[in-house]
């Protein structure tokens, strides 16, 4: 399964992740932050890596 880390301090609430997760990964939270929810649907797609703009998304196998 695979592991995903949101670096909050570079992360900029593009929501880009959130959007284009074909699996919906990802929720948000009270602050609109991106919120791993669902790991276990993760496939490593690395759509959300490669669509972030800001280097927040770090997905490890």
Known sequence: MASITLNR???KRCLLCVEFCPQKVFTTDQDNYPVI???DRC???YLC???CP????EVTE
């Open 49 to 51: 890596i490669y669509r």
């Open 37 to 39: 929810t669902h790991l």
């Open 54 to 57: 800001d280097f927040a998304v």
């Open 9 to 11: 301090s570079l992360c």
């Open 43 to 45: 496939r490593s797609c």
